[in-house]
């Protein structure tokens, strides 16, 4: 990807003063997720006089600790609960469309491992009158998923990227272009450009624009078509041009603690296979003066002349065997070690990563070494709801402006994340119901909270339950 030629490209265009040193710490990152880390994992050794690269055995822990976020924060039990019921079946429609659970689940562990993902939407098929939008009702959205390699904040408020450029490569008929799409606020409203440039040799050139692609787009709104979010963590990596950081950031030393152990423990295993030591005279030479060993042939029985051979201690030294310690408890005490720093140092808490060998632990036991995890989880949800809500107002407004539909953007829009796997959901559930015994907390919202329901059909509901059971809710 031509990321650093692209922000001089916008630098001189727009005169700005971009930097593009950040996007060498998101390629490290990339590199830890991919597994293979060159500076750190290859090494070099000497044999028979040569210069031989041999790698590391790794976990893969960078991409494992990515998944196991994404997981957590969106999965196909993430519920959209939107209000409007049109708008709510044009959504649906839309993200099925685009495999939004599947790819949006991806996104996430991307930008957990590069600091920053956005979901961009885009319209195909649109019509325009000049550079104004045109309502058409066979235009399609299209969602493109893209982490912080792919991302260009032009514009940070309070915190806010509120205007970007994004950067996809696209390779057509054997030829690869870098695809530039700049959304800015031009008078309070966004207006996208689009750009599109052939590279050849390293180099970069402005092309024609494909097919349907217009170059200039005013979207008449300050609804921006893109959403991006980060790790929910305070970016303590200067010139970050307001992109965030990987959730590892601050742990590399710990993903080379858990490879170097586990690299230990694999060498120990593949250097600990028994040695065996024959004197000389058991030993044959053919023909060829290849030395032969009784192993070599099918053969059990030998006679040597002369005196056995005997050692001080009385041993016979025909054979001596070696057999190496594996070492198998230390290595993964070692290993178990360096998991329990990287699992806290990523927000997981001290035990995430266990191997205790089938060990039972009750169901308290298991929520309380969690809470860690709990918390963190919790603070990354905020970054998950916002960008999720922003998404599908961007989705809603183009469905009522640019599709037609009777859909609704200012809709209320509630996230409800699935969490039973860091959370003991019985116990919380039986909670709210003595906060509603106790009147700390109303019945309407008992039901909107456990049964999705929005708040006008959740207080209509209330007056039918009977005030001596709450069990009905």
Excluded at 6 to 12: C, E, G, L, P, Q
Excluded at 136 to 148: C, G, M, R, T, V
Excluded at 179 to 206: A, V
Aim: charged share 25%; glycine share 8%; hydrophobic share 35%.
């Amino acid at each position: 990807m031509e990321i650093t030629k692209i922000v001089d490209w916008i630098n001189k265009e727009k005169n700005c003063n971009l930097s593009a040193g950040y996007y060498g710490k998101i390629d490290l990152w990339q590199q830890w997720w991919m597994g293979l880390c060159k500076k750190f994992h290859e090494f070099k050794t000497i044999e028979n006089d040569q210069a031989v690269t041999r790698k590391l055995f790794t976990l893969g822990m960078a991409k494992k600790v990515c998944e196991d976020w994404a997981s957590i924060l969106l999965n196909e039990k993430t519920e959209i609960a939107i209000q409007d019921n049109a708008s709510a079946e044009f959504f649906d429609s839309v993200i099925e469309d685009n495999g939004f659970w599947k790819l949006g689940n991806e996104l996430v562990e991307k930008a957990f491992y590069s600091g920053t993902g956005a979901f961009v939407v885009k319209v195909k098929g649109m019509l325009l009158s000049g550079e104004t939008v045109r309502k058409s009702s066979n235009a399609k959205i299209h969602i493109d998923y893209l982490p912080a390699g792919n991302i260009i904040p032009l514009t940070i408020h309070n915190g806010q990227i509120t205007e970007a450029a994004f950067v996809s490569e696209v390779f057509s008929k054997g030829k690869t272009y870098v695809y530039l799409e700049m959304h800015e606020l031009i008078d309070s409203k966004y207006q996208i450009t689009n750009k599109y440039f052939e590279t050849t040799n390293g180099q970069l050139k402005l092309t024609t624009l494909p097919d349907g692609v217009l170059e200039v787009v005013k979207t008449g709104t300050d609804i921006p078509l893109f959403s991006i979010f980060s790790p929910n963590i305070v970016n303590n990596i200067p010139k970050s041009n307001g992109l965030g950081m990987s959730i590892y950031a601050n742990a590399i030393d710990n993903l080379q603690g858990v490879d170097l152990a586990f690299n230990n423990f694999c060498r120990d295993f593949k250097l600990g296979g028994k040695k065996v030591f024959y004197s000389e005279s058991l030993i044959r030479t053919n023909a060829d003066g290849k030395k032969i060993t009784p192993d070599d042939v099918m053969q059990q029985l030998f006679s040597i002349v002369g005196e056995l051979p005997i050692s001080e201690t009385g041993q016979n030294t025909l054979m001596t065997e070696y057999n190496p310690d594996l070492r198998v408890n230390d290595n993964k005490d070692g290993i178990q070690a360096q998991l329990d720093y990287l699992s806290f140092k990523v927000g997981f808490g001290t035990k995430h990563y266990q191997f205790n060998g089938g060990q039972i632990v009750t169901a308290t036991q298991y929520t309380g070494d969690k809470q860690e995890l709990v918390q963190n989880a919790s603070k990354h949800y905020i970054a998950i709801d916002r960008a999720l809500k922003t998404l599908t107002k961007a989705i809603l407004w183009v469905g009522k402006e640019i599709i037609g539909k009777p859909v609704d953007p200012d809709t209320e829009v509630t996230i409800q994340f699935e969490d039973s796997y860091i959370i003991d959901k019985e116990s919380e559930r039986l909670r709210d119901l003595q906060e509603v015994r106790d009147g700390l907390k109303q019945r309407y919202e008992y039901r909107m909270k456990w049964y999705g329901e929005d708040e006008e059909t959740a207080k209509s509901m209330v007056p039918e339950i009977s005030n001596n059971s709450l069990m009905g809710f």
